[in-house]
């Protein structure tokens, strides 16, 4: 739930955070969410390869969400107003968002089998259904504030990942998460 706070907060109101941080003009932030959804959904395709052919899915998660919960933390201690760093940073948190949404099922599938994989799946998108509700809401009220509460919210949620995989290779005896 604390990834989708971050995610839909993100997500939805992207152009006025950028604004807010950066200072720079709508048309600009609005740019830098194209470069954001083009790194989303080509990072899908990176971190979907990583997975089956190196790490496993919830390793990938974990490093990704871990590293965009430690940039952000920088980015918002260091207050830092390069865009170009900005473009970074939200590059590594759309890979870092590719990464979860495209990695989710395949732990699910791992886990439980195709047996009822829609109602897994469905239960699954809880959490953006209570994101949503809490992300664009703390999004808007200051940009640092949100900032470092994502920063906070990818850190916990790569820390799950790392845990539910040493869960799930244990219960189920596979070594595939």
């Known amino acids: ?35 954001f959804s083009l790194v989303m959904g080509a990072g899908g395709l990176v971190v979907g390869w990583i997975s089956d052919k190196v790490l496993g899915p919830t390793k990938i998660i974990a490093i990704t969400t871990i590293v965009g919960g430690v940039v952000t933390g920088i980015f918002v201690i260091g207050h ?41 799946f469905g239960l699954i998108q809880c959490g953006p259904l209570v994101g949503s509700f809490i992300g664009p809401q703390l999004a808007v009220r200051t940009a640092e504030t949100f900032m ?26 596979k070594k595939t998460f």
Do not use: D, H, P, R
């Open 1 to 35: 739930i604390l990834g989708t706070i971050m995610i839909s907060g993100l997500q939805g109101n992207f152009v006025l955070l950028t604004v807010g941080l950066m200072g720079v003009t709508e048309a600009k932030a609005a740019w830098m969410y194209t470069i």
């Open 80 to 120: 830092i107003n390069n865009v170009g760093m900005y473009v970074i940073l939200i590059c590594i948190i759309g890979l870092a968002i590719a990464a979860i949404s495209t990695l989710i099922a395949v732990i699910l599938m791992n886990a439980y089998g195709s047996k009822n994989f829609g109602i897994n």
């Open 148 to 173: 470092s509460i994502g920063a906070v919210a990818l850190l916990m949620c790569g820390g799950m990942f790392l845990l539910a995989g040493i869960v799930l290779n244990k219960e189920i005896g």
